[in-house]
């Protein structure tokens, strides 16, 4: 495995929760990390929107990895499950990320550790992870940490923009944006309209 550098380095860490003045740099280093060139289907999945819902509903199991300077420099997401009828708790490990400047020091495993003893601290029997069947740095990543028993999921798409429905909604679309075109257009000639008869009516005083 590459070490950052070539060089392995010690490095000052403190692993703690995430709090809101860090979803701005998880974000920024998930864009990093999940592109749409490499991960589509991460990439797809990966927005402002999944961190805040998942630091607004479990935000005990969001953790970062912050440097001695304050930088946030790798996260890992997770949220605990539970089904109605069953006795057993999962801790599901949705998102982990190291910053790439910072990979190959250990911070990874720091990260799946401590999520996975809080996990335990919740009564979970088991952990999960998923990521895309081509990310092998991340498998063997996973597996060196005791992960196994890789169950295939498939996922499958349909394009929508020869569905009816697409076209009329996007036909409905271009007829609303040109009518509000319009009626700014209508208001500003309104407004010349008045403005040119207030000039009139000061000249003919
Ligand atoms: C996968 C990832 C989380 C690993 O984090 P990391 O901090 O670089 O990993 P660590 O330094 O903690 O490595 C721990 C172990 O995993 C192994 N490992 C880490 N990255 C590896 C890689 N790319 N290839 C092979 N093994 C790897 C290390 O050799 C180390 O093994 P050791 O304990 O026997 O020395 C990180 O590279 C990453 O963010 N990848 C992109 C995002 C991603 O795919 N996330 C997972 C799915 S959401």
Redo the contacts with the bound molecule.
């Keep these: 495995?590459?070490k950052l550098n070539g060089v392995p380095g010690a490095l000052e860490l403190r692993i703690r929760e995430m709090g809101l003045e860090d979803l701005r740099e998880v974000f920024q280093i998930g864009q990093e990390?999940?592109t749409a060139e490499k991960?589509p289907t991460?990439y797809r999945a990966w927005d402002e929107y999944e961190i805040t819902e998942l630091y607004g509903r479990d935000g005990e199991f969001c953790l970062v990895a912050e440097t001695e300077r304050g930088r946030v420099v790798?996260f890992a997401l997770g949220t605990m499950m539970q089904k109605p009828q069953s006795a057993w708790r999962y801790g599901w490990l949705l998102?982990?990320?190291?910053s790439p400047r910072?990979?190959?020091?250990?911070?990874?495993?720091?990260l799946v550790n401590q999520l996975t003893e809080r996990f335990i601290e919740h009564d979970a029997r088991m952990i999960l992870?998923d990521?895309d069947e081509d990310?092998t740095?991340?498998l063997?990543?996973f597996a060196?940490?005791g992960f196994g028993h890789a169950v295939r999921h498939v996922y499958i798409s349909k394009n929508l923009a020869k569905h009816p429905r697409y076209r009329e909604w996007q036909a409905a679309k271009r007829r609303a944006i040109s009518r509000d075109r319009k009626r700014v257009l209508m208001s500003r000639v309104v407004r010349g309209r008045d403005a040119m008869a207030k000039l009139h009516v000061g000249k003919g005083r």
Aim: charged share 15%; aromatic share 18%.
């Design positions: 495995m590459k990390l999940f991960w991460l790798a998102w982990l990320g190291v910072y990979a190959g020091r250990g911070i990874g495993a720091r992870v990521t990310n740095e991340a063997e990543f060196t940490q």
